[in-house]
T-cell receptor, first 116, second 112 residues
């Protein structure tokens, strides 16, 4: 089954303790992205990657890191989590088509992170 | 910079009534517009995209470039349509970074 898999689904951690949220897709998609979802703010892009070893900042990258060493994996790293990073995080992927053709994103099931 | 505005955070309609979820965008070039839906405790799913002009689950959306709008419509709402709906924009350009920009979402509740 074609899917984007995120782990863990739920995570409670303490301020300053490094953590990694994993994301993996089995559709050979070039493009992967991380979003955070907060009430009243919708989804905001954190980082994205257009291919292996190609990453760039989205709208709210502060406090986050990513890496793209393999096409299928795009982990989100919080080196020193803070309470304002408590949120629901979604990973997404899509094919990169020719100009003018967008296939729509496939989303993971989300990771609910609480930083105390 | 691109921007997507969904003016209604909450929208309630009765079953069988028509429903329209508003979406306005600002972007200097030609955009691709999408609607995504998130049912309770589930992941976001692509509902429809303007470029394919399709109708999914009875929903349609027409891109109005003059009014820069992409409103989502359904003539007869069903209780199972209750969900959070997000309008999203992707720029069309060669080498686009595919920065999909989302609106803040509209929570639709269909009352029995």
């Amino acid at each position: 089954e074609a899917q984007v898999t995120q782990n863990p689904r739920y995570l409670i951690t303490v301020t300053g303790k490094k953590l990694t949220v994993t994301c993996s897709q089995n559709m050979n998609h070039e493009y992967m992205s991380w979003y955070r979802q907060d009430p009243g703010l919708g989804l905001r892009q954190i980082y994205y990657s257009m291919n292996v070893e190609v990453t760039d900042k989205g709208d709210v990258p502060e406090g986050y890191k990513v890496s793209r060493k393999e096409k299928r994996n795009f982990p989100l790293i919080l080196e020193s989590p803070s309470p304002n990073q408590t949120s629901l995080y979604f990973c997404a992927s899509t094919r990169l088509g020719r100009a003018g053709k967008d296939y729509g994103y496939t989303f993971g099931s989300g990771t609910r992170l609480t930083v105390v | 910079a691109q921007r997507v505005t969904q003016p209604e955070k909450l929208l309630s309609v009765f079953k069988g009534a028509p429903v329209e979820l508003k979406c306005n965008y600002s972007y200097s070039g030609s955009p691709e517009l999408f609607w995504y839906v998130q049912y309770s405790r589930q992941r976001l799913q692509l509902l429809l995209r303007h470029i394919s002009r399709e109708s999914i689950k009875g929903f349609t959306a027409d891109l109005n470039k003059g009014e820069t709008s992409f409103h989502l419509k359904k003539p007869f709402a069903q209780e199972e349509d209750s969900a959070m709906y997000y309008c999203a924009l992707s720029p069309i350009s060669s080498g686009s970074a595919r920065q999909l920009t989302f609106g803040s979402g509209t929570q639709l509740t269909v009352l029995p």
